[in-house]
């Protein structure tokens, strides 16, 4: 892959990780070590991907785990085909808006926690595309579980800083030595996750959805005054989804369709293509202030046009035609940053045309960093899987339930409560989430797909603006994918609303400090407000592969921002 024809260079820290026979990025080594050594088993992508899951959900249970959610991105090299397993859970039947108006959604505890999807996402995927038995995928996760590993200094600083992680009994009994954080180095064990993945292994899908582990977790949810039933778990399943598409700089760009926010990523694109990006610079105030803008009109769209496609008529091919792009691009100002933002009318793009529910017409906004997990997968045959999970911010609702280990999550403080809003709260409805799986392709020599991207991270709505900058550094300014990821960074909130209840932030661009200060100071003469994070600050944990299309060497690179590790073989 040839180097940057713009003379851009940003030093990476890290070398790009290389391999022929497969890559793993993941956001804890021993995630990523587990997923190279299903692959060297004779395991596939699929195989990996499991096994890296479930690691993650013991070494990083801060950021996701089976009693969460996510998506997953299937690239089949055989068929060429791309897939989507979405395994969001949904609102609880008895999680009415009139039961949350009085006081709100809590940003913690039992009452924040949404049915748990992801564990059928994990069976439902394992079961499609793996190959070796689930035992095998399932037992590092296991092992490291029942025989502990040593905290990392992460980790330790995040249990410190959840007090009621550190109170409630069964929380306390795994992640405190008598009520005192682990500290780094000190082992932490895990018995309960490990029998309950040991009771997966043994009862599948209907052990954890309808057993005695959807029994002890409803036992513990009705005893702490939550909402989980035995017919909610019952009535969870993963669903497959086609993938939406747009094309950029020659290239296809998939992403998860609606209840994901992956369509602001490609509406980004669209709008950005609409400019000569590459004579503005990398990480330039031009073209930082061109990206900003667009993500503020994508956001815009969302908040106004999309929710749960089951609920909700969603404009998906009105957002990401090209003519839409063209008209909304003409609404950004290159010398001045917008404060006031409302959104287009894709349906005017939407071919055919549909009979639709009304939408309600609200500004974009960004949200601000929460906690959740991406890694990447590519095995020797060229399949390919991106994997998002979470438990919507650290540590979720903060509560294990009862003896399961199973971490729950806190996916209700996402909803909204006002009646017209698209993504207003309703039984068994599926909020609107924020991971984006991405993969890109471009034409190989024989006229098909060439797999060329494998990408995603952690972050809220700060996802597909990093997805945003990393793309273009590798695509429009040559960079590798260390130097992509390691880039200094920014992310945009705009107020009245995110994505985490209840809602609003302050109207603000946030920037690494390594960005240039002649940079900075372009930007706030454009209006920004900027707000300087730490020289590593910014939210995410970004995770790229790149096949070089000549050779099929993967190039990987793991984010230093969290304790992400990529590792090839």
């Known amino acids: 892959m040839a180097a940057s024809p713009h003379g851009v260079k940003f030093e990476a820290h890290r070398p ?13 080594p021993l995630a990523s070590q587990a997923g190279i050594a299903t692959l060297q088993k004779g395991g596939n992508a699929m195989d990996a ?27 089949t090299s055989a068929t060429g085909r791309v897939d989507i397993c979405n395994g969001t859970g949904a609102a609880p039947y008895a999680a009415t808006r009139e039961r949350y108006l009085p006081q709100g959604i809590p940003a913690k505890g039992i009452l924040s926690v949404s049915v748990p999807g992801l564990l059928d996402s994990w069976l439902s995927a394992h079961e499609k595309y793996g190959s070796l038995s689930l035992a095998q995928v399932l037992d590092p996760a296991m092992d490291l579980a029942a025989n502990g590993f040593p905290t990392s200094h992460v980790l330790s600083r995040a249990i410190a800083s959840d007090p009621l992680l550190c109170q409630f009994p069964t929380s306390q009994a795994v992640f405190t030595r008598n009520g005192r954080p682990l500290n780094p180095g000190e082992i932490l064990y895990q018995e309960n996750l490990a029998r309950t993945f040991q009771t997966i292994v043994d009862g599948g899908r209907d052990a954890f959805y309808q057993g005695e582990i959807a029994q002890a977790i409803v036992k513990f949810s009705q005893e702490q005054g939550g909402l989980l039933t035995l017919k909610d778990l019952a009535d969870c399943r993963s669903r497959w989804q086609d993938p939406i598409s ?9 992403e998860a369709p609606p209840n994901s926010s992956g369509h602001i990523l490609l509406q980004e694109l669209n709008l950005v293509e609409q400019f000569d990006l590459q004579s503005l610079g990398c990480n330039t105030a031009d ?16 908040e106004a046009y999309v929710a749960d496609p089951d609920y909700i008529d969603v404009p998906t091919e009105g957002l990401l035609s090209k003519d ?11 010398e001045r940053a917008a404060w006031e933002v409302g959104a287009g009318d894709p349906w005017a793009y939407q071919m055919p045309q549909q009979g639709r529910r009304a939408a309600a017409a609200h500004s974009g906004v960004a949200g601000e960093e929460e906690d959740t997990t ?28 009862g003896d399961t280990g199973v971490l729950l999550n806190n996916r209700m403080t996402y909803w909204h409560l006002e009646e017209d809003h698209v993504d207003c709260l309703q039984p068994g409805k599926r909020v609107r989430h924020t991971m984006n799986p991405v993969m890109v392709f471009g034409q190989a020599n024989h006229g098909g797909p060439q797999l060329e991207l494998v990408c995603g991270t952690p972050g809220a709505d700060t996802q597909v603006q990093t997805n945003l900058q990393v793309i273009s550094h590798v695509l429009d300014f040559g960079m590798t994918v260390s130097e992509a990821v390691e880039a200094p960074r920014w992310r945009n909130t705009h107020s009245p609303t995110e994505s985490n209840f209840p809602h609003t932030c302050e109207n603000e661009l946030l920037v690494e400090s390594r960005l240039a200060a002649d940079t900075r100071s372009a930007l706030e003469r454009r209006g920004h407000s900027l707000n300087l994070l730490d020289p590593w600050g910014a939210s995410g944990s970004e995770m790229m592969i790149q096949v070089d299309p000549e050779t099929g060497v993967l190039h990987g690179a793991a984010d230093p921002r969290r304790d992400g590790y990529a590792i090839g073989w």
């Open 16 to 28: 790009v990780v290389m391999g022929r026979n497969g890559m793993v990025c993941a956001g804890h």
């Open 49 to 75: 991907a499991i096994a890296t899951a479930a690691v993650l959900n013991v070494v990083e249970p801060l950021m996701s785990g089976i009693g969460g959610d996510g998506f997953i991105m299937v690239y």
């Open 246 to 254: 747009t094309t950029y700089r020659g290239r296809t760009v998939y």
């Open 287 to 302: 073209s930082i202030h061109l990206m900003v803008e667009a993500k503020k009109l994508a956001f815009a769209d969302r």
């Open 324 to 334: 839409y792009a063209a008209e909304r691009a003409r609404q950004i100002d290159p």
């Open 374 to 401: 991406c890694f990447a997968v590519v095995d020797r045959w060229g399949n390919a899987v991106c994997q998002l999970q979470s438990i919507q911010s650290a540590w979720g609702s903060s509560l294990i339930a």
